[in-house]
Nanobody
Framework: QVQVVESGGGLVQAGGSLRLSCTAS????????MGWFRQAPGKEREGVSC????????YYADSVKGRFTISRDNAKNTLYLQMNSLKPEDTAMYYC??????????????????????WGQGTQVTVSS
């Protein structure tokens, strides 16, 4: 059984930083594209960043380029999202997901925001102005 669990959310002032973590169990971690998604109340879900480890490719939404960095530690089955220069508009529930298909293209995973991936329960990020 695949389990995806996020942690690291919280309340931070604008300009601050947070690092989200996501652990995945029950699948060969290194073979599966993983990503971070977010959804604010009343807004559509957005693919924030995804990473396809097998070819070392990453995808970032335009809204976070230059501020967020995705990384993964395959030895620990853990995905990270380092978020710097946070803005109030970054406030949302952040979800970690693993593609059900191995080696899926990172931009495909991030753009199919309602795909039948393995999803975590989410962690709240709130940025105050």
């Amino acid at each position: 059984q695949v389990q995806v669990v996020e942690s690291g959310g919280g309340l931070v002032q604008a300009g601050g930083s947070l690092r989200l973590s996501c652990t995945a169990s029950g699948l060969p971690f290194a073979d599966y594209t993983m990503g971070w998604f977010r959804q604010a109340p009343g807004k559509e879900r957005e693919g924030v960043s995804c990473i396809r480890w097998s070819v070392g490719r990453t995808y970032y939404a335009d809204s976070v380029k230059g501020r967020f960095t995705i990384s993964r530690d395959n030895a620990k089955n853990t995905l990270y999202l380092q978020m710097n220069s946070l803005k109030p508009e970054d406030t949302a529930m952040y979800y970690c997901a693993a593609s059900r298909l191995p080696y899926a293209a990172e931009y495909v995973v991030c753009r199919n925001v309602y795909a039948d991936n393995y999803w975590g329960q989410g962690t709240q990020v709130t940025v105050s102005s």
